[in-house]
């Protein structure tokens, strides 16, 4: 589909025949559909390079969201995009909310010195250029195993956050296979931010308490 006030303007030449005017919208189709291609491969090509099959995905320097929008093929990925400009915050978010995914892909304002994420949260950060911000900035909020792409003289520079040493496995409901609900994990303290919600928030017997008792993480 082409874009309404683009159709009006052209409509409005009224020395145009009628034939112009129809190709000249056609073309316009044709057009936005070859940009709307060019970004889904950019997308694909951005997430083939990272590795990552789904989580939360950054993209910093959103511009008009277009590239935003491509980097959430499926379900299984949650798409923000930030920007320091206002003006393309405000025209990222009209065109996502065009295509119908708004909140699966969202698009907001940051102040440029800081990414407003908890630590080791973000799956990939995409980034043509970190501008005001460090590396250390960008792995802080990454999660272990996370991908960090920066742009680099037309090319992507991969980092992978490490798993930390002091982060141990818990895969079972007590710790490990031997029931003993002891971990050598010397990172866990009390929780000091939300970073994940599960539902269901109410169950409907008195058996079960609300939302999840336990989690078990691996690999």
């Known amino acids: 589909m082409f874009p309404t006030a683009r159709v009006a303007g052209f409509l409005s030449m009224k020395n ?24 889904a ?7 083939d390079a990272a590795g990552v099959r789904g989580g ?7 511009n008009d969201g277009k590239l935003t929008a491509a980097l959430a093929p499926g379900k299984s990925f949650v798409v923000d995009g930030l920007d ?24 907001r304002h940051f102040n440029g010195d800081a990414l407003p994420y908890a630590d080791n949260l973000v799956n990939l950060l995409v980034a ?10 960008a792995m802080r909020v990454l999660a272990p195993g996370g991908v960090a792409l920066i742009g680099d003289d037309g090319k992507w520079a ?11 496995e818990w895969s079972h409901f007590l710790h490990d296979a031997s029931n003993n609900a002891v971990a050598s994990d010397s990172l866990v303290g009390p929780p000091r931010r939300l970073q994940w919600t599960a539902g269901p928030p109410w169950c409907r017997s008195h058996e079960f308490i609300s939302s999840f008792c336990a989690m078990v993480s691996a690999g």
Do not use: M
Not at 56 to 62: G, M, P, Y
Not at 91 to 96: D, G, P, Q, T
Not at 158 to 168: G, L, Y
């Open 84 to 107: 320091t400009d206002p003006a393309q915050v405000a025209a990222a978010r009209r065109y996502v909310q065009s295509l119908g995914i708004y909140g699966r892909v969202s698009v």
């Open 158 to 168: 991969r980092t992978v956050k490490p798993r930390p040493a002091e982060i141990d």
């Open 16 to 39: 145009l025949p009628c034939s112009v005017v129809l190709i000249l919208c056609l073309t316009l189709g044709v057009a936005d559909a070859l940009a709307q291609d060019r970004d």
């Open 41 to 47: 491969d950019s997308a694909q090509g951005i997430l």
């Open 128 to 137: 043509e250029d970190l501008g005001g911000l460090d590396l250390d900035e």
């Open 56 to 62: 939360l995905v950054v993209h910093l320097d959103c």
